[in-house]
């Protein structure tokens, strides 16, 4: 095996280099499994309410979105938890194999420090083996855990062969898609293509399964991620899928390995793009460099706040069913408004927390300011005559520009779902979401105040966000006092299509959004750029 | 008028003081050598010449003008190659280029900027992320050199260059002083510096130790090494 020499010592360098980064994700995951199962029983008090639930989960926009549903004449807790939620771990275990393997794959390889190791007595196969092998032992352990955390928390319906049938079909997932990983590290010279490229098989994926679940076809059993789902944990338990994605993922690392041992190292079997020799008229400018640091993340986050629009717009018709006997639940949506109709109570809901998640993107593109100047990168910007202040303007201009874009694409995702059901019209989706805005400008407000006058601590406006989210998230929940929700910028806009339009708060709240900004200018005019 | 007169510069952070009382000029069409070793001083100097930082005390001309308040208008006559050259990875080096010739709104010569590109012997369809610290520092000469403007402020631009690509520089900056440009150039390779100089400043510890013409260092019969080294280990 001289192909693979040195293998151990390898495989612990990437053990040791992986301490920290796959010991948080370890870590995460069982803890929300562990959580995850721990409050599964409590929403379902009832057999109605399972039952309830399973309704809507049979439905076409459902089953497309996580999987089929099965074993409706024996519901548990168990169960339900198994069809909500193994996709979303299947695809979070996907993600972290994915940036795993090219992390230590193509990535190395890219930054030159493949080169260092290559040069020690291993062999050409070192590296790839042991980075598959190390992602296949993170898998496992993630997939024994988890089935440990649904095995030790008492939960009706919940079973040993149940547990490892959820956790190691979700570990297998992420082994199959860690092998598709190493393959496309070995067709595209670059890291960020690998992980690109792997991502694409992801969605297609997805997109296979969603098919072939509510079309009941062939299609999901050809995609990894529908496969994986068949195994009907705490049901059927069939550990057929899992044996067969290990063995896809075998066969898919063994073609990467075989073309690995024919290349050079440096290069992929497709040679990277050539770039432009010359930049296009919209990147000579200070917006224009701005705006295209900003792109990705924008046209990211749209197609994923258009997503998210989708999905709860489905929910909407089921909304009664959904609801119905199930008491957090019901608090939740209706809040504060149990006077009000169980559509207009969870529209305003929704918008409340959509709102809160807009704010991310938002958060990042000014915070982006700060980045670019911890990372060197504005020094030579600010060395041309690009003024400061179109720097920063531009910045601000885009995160306002997002703010209304996400807003819009957050109302037209919720309505081309629930159209159909006539409970709701696309005006008042708009008025609702649109009402948030200057929640949002305070938010970009404050973080321009930061980066304009301390950009050391510009993280603080994090601690703002976890502050609202709480208190629009659990506040209701929890019956926290009405003062500790008001002072989130959140906390004052009108609740539409609940609560009366009020113009006061929002317009207040717009005009603090431009005192800060201003301020934040001033800041950012006269410090220091640098690190 | 000086092109750069900085006097009695200050530079303060937090507690610790950068810059102790700096003084120094550079003449119309001279090439100025800024002699130092890492943490004397030099990059915090150049950060305040270009407005980055902002001085705590002491004032800082260029053209006559104030570094800090006038340094949009300033930098339109002026390119700077940063000593560390840090770019973004999705760009690639022929973009950054145009970007920084369209930032600094100097008239662009698609010409000049090939011309440079061959010479450098840059590739500029590659991303950033691939190119190494010597070709990140080619793109933010080439970016440089293809500006017309009246004065360089180069910050230890060969330090990722090749032998055969530091002679090229040097015929560069040769090429620009006979135009009757202005070059403050920051080093610590002494033969580059003794070339290419016309006069020399030696910062030490955040004060200038030494300030004079090349030819006052030649008359003392000494190299600009052995100055360098004299200021730094003989008389402390």
């Not at chain 1, 629930?418 to 696309?426: D, E, M, R, Y």
């Not at chain 2, 691939?130 to 970016?143: E, P």
């Amino acid at each position: 095996m001289t192909m693979a020499a040195n293998f151990g010592r390898y495989f612990l360098f990437i053990l040791r280099r992986e301490k920290i980064m796959s010991s948080v994700w370890i870590v995460s995951l069982v803890f929300f499994s562990a959580l995850l199962a721990a409050v599964y029983p409590g929403l379902f008090p009832s057999e109605a309410a399972l039952q309830s639930m399973a309704v809507t989960m049979n439905t076409p926009a459902m089953v497309a979105l996580m999987g089929p549903v099965y074993g409706l004449e024996e519901l548990t807790p168990a169960i339900a938890m198994a069809q909500e939620c193994l996709i979303w771990f299947a695809l979070a275990v996907i993600i972290m194999n994915i940036f795993f393997i090219s992390r230590h794959t193509r990535l190395d390889e890219e930054r030159g420090r493949f080169e260092m190791l290559v040069s020690l007595p291993v062999g050409r196969l070192t590296n790839s083996v042991s980075a598959i092998a190390s992602a296949f032992l993170i898998n496992l352990i993630i997939a024994v855990l988890i089935a440990l955390s649904c095995i030790v928390i008492p939960m009706d319906g919940s079973t040993a062969a149940g547990g490892l049938a959820y956790g190691l079909s979700v570990g297998m997932q992420g082994f199959v898609f860690a092998a598709v990983a190493l393959l496309a590290a070995q067709l595209f010279s670059t890291g960020r293509s690998c992980v690109g490229v792997s991502f694409a098989v992801m969605g297609v994926s997805y997109v296979m399964r969603a098919q072939g679940d509510v079309a009941g076809s062939v299609l999901s059993v050809l995609s990894p991620m529908g496969w994986g789902l068949q195994v009907e944990a705490f049901y059927g338990n069939d550990f057929g899928p899992v044996i067969g994605l290990f063995i896809e993922g075998v066969i898919i690392a063994a073609i990467a390995l075989i073309i690995n041992l024919r290349r050079d190292i440096g290069m992929g079997v497709f040679p990277a793009r050539k770039g432009r020799a010359r930049a296009s008229r919209f990147l000579l400018s200070p917006f224009g460099l701005a705006w295209r640091l900003s792109r990705g993340s924008f046209l990211a986050w749209a197609a994923g706040i258009l997503m998210i629009g989708l999905t709860y717009g489905a929910v909407v018709g089921e909304l009664e069913r959904f609801v119905e006997g199930n008491d957090i639940m019901k608090r939740m949506v209706e809040g504060g408004n149990a006077a009000a109709s169980l559509v207009d109570a969870f529209i305003a809901m929704l918008n409340n927390i959509m709102s809160i998640l807009i704010a991310i993107p938002l958060v990042n593109t000014v915070h982006r300011l700060v980045a670019e100047e911890k990372r060197g990168r504005m020094e030579p910007v600010l060395a041309t005559a690009a003024p400061r202040h179109r720097m920063f303007g531009s910045y601000i201009i885009i995160a306002l520009m997002e703010s209304v874009v996400f807003s819009v694409l957050g109302a037209i995702g919720l309505y081309l779902t629930s159209a159909s059901t006539g409970l709701v019209t696309l005006e008042v989706l708009m008025k609702a979401a649109l009402f948030y805005l200057p929640a949002l400008f305070v938010m970009i407000a404050l973080s321009a105040l930061l980066a304009g006058w301390v950009p050391r601590f510009s993280a603080a406006i994090w601690a703002v966000f976890a502050y609202s989210f709480l208190m629009l998230y659990f506040g209701r929940i929890l019956d926290a006092p009405e003062y500790m929700v008001k002072i989130t910028p959140f906390g004052h806009i009108p609740q539409i299509p609940v609560q009366e339009i009020s113009v006061m708060p929002p317009a207040i709240l717009c005009i603090l959004a431009i005192i800060l900004i201003a301020a934040g200018f001033l800041g950012y005019q006269r410090r220091d750029s640098g690190r | 008028m000086a092109t750069i007169q900085i006097t009695n510069l200050y530079k303060r952070f937090g507690r610790f003081t950068a810059l102790n009382g700096v003084n120094m000029s550079v003449e119309p069409g001279e090439v100025h050598a800024f002699l130092g070793p890492n943490g004397a001083g030099k990059t915090t100097t150049l950060r305040c010449l270009l407005g980055i930082l902002k001085a705590s005390d002491g004032e800082i001309k260029l053209f006559g003008r104030d570094a800090f308040r006038d340094a949009v208008d300033l930098h339109r006559r002026l390119a700077y190659v940063p000593g560390d050259v840090n770019l973004w990875d999705n760009l690639t080096g022929g973009e950054v280029i145009d970007l920084f010739l369209a930032l600094r709104g100097t008239r662009p010569d698609k010409e000049r900027r090939d011309a440079y590109l061959q010479r450098f012997e840059l590739d500029p369809t590659k991303k950033c992320r691939t190119y190494s610290k010597g070709n990140r520092q080619k793109v933010a000469l080439v970016a440089a050199l293809a500006s017309e403007v009246e004065l360089y402020v180069l910050d230890e631009p060969t330090s990722g260059l090749d032998p055969l690509l530091e002679k090229t520089f040097q015929d560069c900056i040769g090429e620009l002083k006979k135009q009757g440009k202005s070059v403050l150039l920051s080093s610590h390779i002494m033969s580059e510096a003794e070339r290419l100089a016309d006069s020399v400043s030696i910062i030490k510890e955040g004060l200038i130790v030494f300030d004079g013409p090349m030819s006052q260092v030649l008359e003392q019969g000494i190299g600009l090494e052995e100055l360098f080294l004299s200021e730094y280990e003989g008389r402390s």
